[in-house]
């Protein structure tokens, strides 16, 4: 028995030996796990710029890259407000010249944006920035080249010679070339940046950041025009347009330093890349699909191998189309804000050039047409400031709502307009209708381009900004469409009407949206309960 009880004793401090071993070298193996985990966290903070603590922002950066983006729309303004007068004045008593332009500027947006969202996102932003300044500096000194060769040396009679229809094309190829470069420099700064430069920050600071960007280029609406106008006016035509080109080359060496030395100045930029590389294969990311979707078609049978050749025509053909660009963007829970954005591009209740083309057929000085401008760029800019109140007060999808119905409201007087028996009267009545329409136009831009940096995962950010301007581009060829069909200017009216009916739609869609998110549209237990003190009061 004794023999037995110490076997016991033996065995049992055996196996109490064991266990305290065991547990000592599970207890040392996750020690060790934790001491990688947290190696493995503090790599990944390093990788992807991650801290604990919020950096301060320097002010002299964001300085530059304001004077910076300045720089970039004023140029462009410049070209936005002159392209309809250069081509009303080479062949007057008909839009098409202007028409045609815009269908060959918003082609080219439409098919090639979701290209420039998704090159974007793939090479470095030296190169973009590079390749962004260089283009765009070419293509506008070889479109205002042009036009002032079209301005010289041909007249109406001309229409059908060669050199005057190649300097036409190479006015209209230009002009889209250097708005993709444009649109390339929008989406790198405005869609980008802004959102890695604030990202640590408080929320407050990409409001006021998103303001300050839509500000400048409101500004440049107000004054680029109203300079143009006077140099049009006052001097000529020609000389416009040779400003114009010497503007875009100059500045450019100031505006690369600007850039460079911003992109310098935060670290996060350039760390940001490496970010994507880790979240681009992520679950909901288009790499991760388009993967799935490589790893499946080499699995296909014998027979799929055999028609290897369809395939191959199949996914060039979706790689020029973007098509994948579109099913990202269609997946995203923003889709019906950025529809309901695009359709306000489906209109010409705008100073765009269809509307500044018959103001001038109209009668309407191109200095008036320039001030007019002026006034709906001021209304643009107070938008930028009322912006963050009312987003402070509600929310960034009520302060939409608001907006867009608003602007719905300032556009009845442009309905009204169409008739007024009067021409001038009706001219004013239609400036004015759209120059007060901007205040809830602006807002609701800002609006949705919040709602879409606040929803859209980083990975996706430019492919989504590419294909919300490319669908803007492509409801806004439609709208030059309409002009080439209706190219008479004295049948406008009929043009205000049907943008009237897609502003209404658009406003619609939105709400839409806001009922299926909210659930309602107004607190009426709320409403209720102010009319019932009210009554009682009384």
Avoid at 65 to 79: D, E, I, N, P, Q
């Amino acid at each position: 028995m004794a023999s037995s009880l110490s076997c016991g004793a033996i065995s049992s401090s055996i196996s109490l030996v064991g266990i305290s071993s065991s547990n000592n070298l599970s207890q040392g193996i996750e020690e060790r796990g934790e001491e990688s985990e947290e190696h493995f966290m503090e790599e990944r903070q390093l990788l992807l710029g991650e801290s604990s603590q919020q950096s301060v922002i320097d002010p002299s950066l964001l300085r530059r890259m304001y004077v910076g983006h300045f720089l970039s729309r004023w140029g462009a303004r410049m070209w936005e407000f002159s392209v309809a007068l250069y081509m009303i004045n080479i062949w007057p008593d008909s839009l098409l010249f202007t028409a045609i332009y815009g269908v060959v500027e918003a082609a080219s947006t439409t098919l090639f944006g979701p290209v420039v969202g998704t090159w974007i996102e793939k090479i470095a932003y030296k190169q973009v920035l590079r390749m962004w300044l260089l283009i765009r500096s070419l293509s506008f000194l070889a479109a205002g080249g042009a036009v002032t060769a079209l301005l010289v040396y041909f007249g109406p009679a001309s229409h059908k010679s060669v050199p005057f229809v190649a300097l036409l094309v190479i006015t209209n190829i230009s002009g889209a070339i250097s708005v993709l470069s444009t649109l390339a420099g929008t989406i790198l700064i405005e869609r980008d940046w802004v959102v890695v430069i604030s990202n640590g920050q408080p929320p407050e600071v990409l409001v006021r950041m998103n303001s300050i960007i839509r500000r400048i280029d409101l500004i440049c609406k107000l004054f680029a025009p109203v300079l143009t106008g006077f140099i049009i006016s006052f001097v000529s035509l020609v000389a416009s347009a040779v400003i114009l080109a010497l503007w875009n080359v100059l500045s450019v060496w100031l505006e690369y330093w600007l850039w460079i030395t911003v992109y310098n100045g935060f670290p996060a930029l350039s760390e940001n890349k490496q970010r994507r590389k880790i979240e681009v294969f992520s679950n909901d990311s288009l790499g991760a699909r388009i993967v799935e979707l490589s790893n499946i078609s080499r699995e296909g049978t014998l027979e799929q191998e055999r028609t290897n050749w369809k395939r191959k025509i199949t996914e060039r053909l979706s790689k020029l189309l973007s098509f994948d660009a579109w099913i990202v963007y269609f997946n995203q829970d923003v889709v019906l804000p950025g529809v309901a954005l695009a359709l306000l591009y489906f209109s010409v209740l705008s100073f765009g050039t269809l509307m500044t083309a018959t103001l001038e057929w109209k009668g309407i000085p191109a200095y008036v047409i320039g001030i007019a401008r002026w006034i709906s760029a001021i209304i643009g800019i107070m938008a930028t400031f009322v912006y963050p109140i009312v987003h402070s007060r509600i929310s960034t999808l009520r302060t939409g709502l608001w907006s867009i119905w608003s602007q719905w409201g300032f556009l009845l007087v442009c309905l009204a307009s169409i008739w007024i028996n009067n021409s001038i009267t009706s001219a004013w009545m239609l400036m004015g209708g759209v120059a007060a329409s901007r205040l809830g136009l602006w807002m609701f831009d800002l609006g949705v381009m919040q709602l879409m940096q606040d929803q859209v995962s980083e990975a996706d950010r430019c492919i989504v900004g590419g294909v919300q301007s490319s669908l803007q581009s492509m409801l806004d060829l439609l709208t030059y469409i309409m002009g080439m069909v209706v190219s008479d200017p004295r049948d406008f009216a009929q043009l205000v009407i049907l943008s009237f009916i897609i502003v209404s739609s658009a406003a619609i869609l939105y709400t839409f949206h806001c009922y299926r998110v909210r659930k309602h549209l107004l607190h009426l237990d709320k409403i209720l309960a102010k009319i019932n003190w009210l009554v009682n009061s009384l």
